[in-house]
């Protein structure tokens, strides 16, 4: 049923940097048996309803630029890491992508414009590269329910531009609303249900959280007769990890180590094992492994937690 016969995707995603990415900086990745990387170059847009997407500038880091993903992607396939091209777009100040919303047809004319030339020229490098996978988007909910025929033209210049399989990276509580789906090679979710209560939940409870939502999750894959993509998956090292995944706030300044690691074993196990799930990209990644992460951290990345190691028993596995 996985259009990558039989080989799950046991991805990471790659955070750009400002530097180059050297053999030392994916040997890391090829130690955890990661067999893929989301690569992520970064568009800007000043506010929510500002319609244009500005990228590949100075001033931006190297890794967030063309230049730098295409460095970063050569880099990947010389250790046998494949590709999926996860271009994003960043509002100033971080606020959530899926409230991007023009307030009249010119805006939305000038943002389909803008947003179509970004996408293409990533989905051109996508090729150019030979990158299995290219995300032709990421929590863009509002632009999506509001421009549906936009979208799916899009998804037919793509195709013109790139011959690779295409997904869509909609948020756990967006999925259900994306109007696409037939159209593309792989469901995407960033998969930050809410599973547990919890401040320190155990792998049973968060395996009983995860129960309606793969009913959900599955019967979305039979109907539109796709595999499910994880575009990203992921826990906090803190309190009730489980409870509100999605939180990236600093609001939250416990370190839990257990329940990351608990939370994540759960997903694994629930998903990693069904021939409707084609795998996922473990967020977030970062090139200077020795520095990041620690049993100090109470971010997402698992580098140097616990959670690595069963991480790296799962990918090894399958």
Known sequence: MSPLENEKINGVSFVASREFVKDAHI??????????????????????????????????????TRVGAKQYIEALQKKNIKIMMKPQIWVRKGEFTGYIKMKNEADWKLLEESYAT?????????????AEILCIGTELEQFVVNRPDFWKQLIVEIRKVYKGKLTYAANWDEFKRTPFWSDLDFIGMDAYFPIS????????????????????????????KK???????????????GKEPWRSDRSMTSV?????????KALLQTFWKEDWFAGGFIWKWFHNHQEV???????????NKPVEKVIKEVYKAF
């Not at 996408?119 to 996508?126: E, G, V």
């Not at 959900?216 to 039979?222: A, D, H, L, N």
């Open 118 to 130: 970004f996408i293409l020229d990533y989905a051109a490098l996508a090729e150019e590269t030979k």
């Open 197 to 224: 209560e919890e401040k320190t939940p155990t792998i049973e409870a968060c395996i009983e959280g995860w129960k309606p939502h793969v009913a959900t999750i599955k019967s979305f894959s039979e109907t539109y």
């Open 27 to 64: 040997a890391p990745i090829v130690n955890i048996h990661a067999n893929y990387a989301a690569v992520m170059p970064f568009g800007f847009v000043q506010e929510l309803q500002d319609p244009k997407v500005v990228y590949n500038k100075n001033r931006q880091w190297f890794g967030e």
């Open 256 to 264: 839990n180590l257990e329940a990351q690691t608990n939370t994540t």
């Open 293 to 303: 992460g620690g049993e100090t951290n109470n971010r997402f990345t698992p580098q």
């Open 227 to 241: 595999p499910i993509l994880f575009t990203e998956f992921g826990y906090r090292s803190v309190d009730y990890s």
